[in-house]
């Protein structure tokens, strides 16, 4: 079970602070903020350590995967297979230490870890777009993928190129950053 939910302690004082007086403004108790989210499947790659687990899909291309839903929430799967892309909302149950401004892997200039895609985060939840070959049941072979083997599956949904690719967006502070290897032993 993943456990997703409001724990003021794990937040520092000014920052518990904050959030206590944003809740009293809203009438709302942090007992009623807190959320459980509870695995739909598991994720299987070939990736089994973070070192050799790829930056983003777009450098994953060989990378081929499983992605296993339960057999409970199977008959949810329906028409998936009519898309060729699809996202994968997962647990990052493997992340280290939430540093809320760090290094990234793609540049050693610290960042706000809202400002990127890095996995130590004060909700550890990933997204990941993959490319979908094929369904069978309750399985979804996939390919692009840079998700660690054995990862807890939050969500599925589609991947709509005319709703969610933006043509005007930018890259900001990685627009003119070269791709590069993961920096070894960074988490």
Known sequence: MVLVGLM??????????AMV?????????????????RPIGIIHS??????ECPIQPAFADAAGGRVVVLPQFAAGLQDIETFSHIYLLYAFDRAGEVELV?????DDAP??????????RPNPIGLSVVRLLERRDNILFVAEIDVLD??????????MPRYDAKESASMGWAENLPWRPKPRDRE
């Not at 302690?9 to 602070?17: H, M, N, Q, R, V």
């Not at 070939?46 to 070192?51: S, V």
Request: aromatic residues 8%; positive net charge.
């Open 150 to 159: 054995g990862t807890p599956l939050l969500d599925i949904k589609p991947y």
């Open 102 to 106: 760090r290094p990234t892997f793609l």
């Open 111 to 120: 960042h706000g870890v809202f400002s990127s895609r890095h996995p130590c």
């Open 46 to 51: 070939p990736h089994k350590t973070k070192a």
């Open 21 to 37: 007086s944003m809740l009293r403004q809203s009438n709302v108790r942090p007992a009623e903020v807190a959320m459980e989210f």
């Open 8 to 17: 003021l302690g794990d937040y520092p004082k000014a920052a518990s602070e």
